[in-house]
């Protein structure tokens, strides 16, 4: 055989990929045991491949897309391994946006309780890695979006729903005071759910929620999905908007096609 040909990062990457987008039974776990393998190989001097950040983005996206029960474990598992090797100076893949946003992804289509704490953590340690020089993992508007999404479909104890409204309302005002990100047509549509999952019918709900939609306005989000889950948030308002405006007016929803979200 040619011993000149052998497969490189960008390569493996994309096997890797294969497997995230693969909806084959254990693919996740063929993912993971192909990135460990790249890495031992390499330590073992059989390999001058490393396992860039592109592979374990692969990687993690595999258990964010998977249906395993272990997927929230196994992506915290591997985020942890990457912060090592970047602790340690290793060669291989550093802490990354792409990486990070894949573990909240799957903490997002997990059903268990405690989606705002693990949320929390992973923006925390995003945070921490950017400033420990690692630009890369500076959090995006998919990071926050993310996160907002997670939060809309949070559940557990009133405790939990209220972590899940405080996290999702700070990744939000984020969004919203930002000069290098703007707030999405799906940070508007799933704030609004938040809204009408994690605040009590009301005055003080509907007064915040029209806020938001007067935002969404202004910004030129509030397509019909939006308005749609403003009106969940805020049935009374919905209804006294619509009469005012029976055509809505064309500047609400002025940038949703130069939307710039695009999910990873």
């Known amino acids: 055989g040619n011993s000149h040909v052998r497969p490189n990062s960008y390569a493996y990457s994309m096997v890797l990929t294969c497997c995230a987008r693969s909806q084959v039974p254990g693919a996740a776990e063929r993912a993971e045991r192909i990135l460990i393998n790249m890495e031992n190989l390499y330590t073992e001097g059989l390999s001058d491949v490393v396992a860039n950040s592109r592979c374990y983005s692969a990687a993690i996206s595999a258990w964010a897309r998977s249906s395993s029960p272990d997927a929230v474990e196994r992506t915290f598992a591997l985020v942890d391994r990457m912060e090592e090797n970047g602790r340690n100076g290793s060669p291989h893949g550093k802490p990354s946006a792409h990486c990070y946003n894949a573990c909240i992804h ?15 953590d992973v923006l925390q340690r995003m945070i921490a890695a950017r400033d420990a020089g690692f630009r890369e993992s500076a959090p995006s508007l998919i990071t926050y979006s ?5 939060c809309a479909y949070a559940h557990g104890t009133e405790s939990d729903k209220k972590d899940a409204f405080d996290l999702a309302r700070t990744c939000f005002q ?5 000069n290098e990100m703007e707030p999405c047509v799906s940070s508007f549509t799933n704030f609004f759910l938040v809204i009408s999952r994690h605040l009590k019918p009301g005055q003080i709900r509907d007064q915040f929620a029209e806020a938001v939609f007067l935002e969404g306005c202004k910004r030129g989000k509030m397509g019909k ?3 749609n889950n403003f009106r969940k ?3 009374s308002a919905a209804h006294r908007i619509s009469s005012e405006h029976r055509n809505h007016p064309a500047d609400w929803s002025k940038s949703i096609r130069t939307d ?4 990873y």
């Open 106 to 120: 799957a903490i997002a289509k997990s059903q268990r309780p405690g989606k705002a704490r693990q949320c929390r």
């Open 225 to 227: 999905q939006v308005f």
């Open 174 to 178: 984020t969004l919203l005071d930002s």
């Open 260 to 263: 710039g979200y695009k999910s």
């Open 233 to 235: 948030a805020s049935p």
């Open 146 to 150: 993310t996160i907002i999404n997670a």
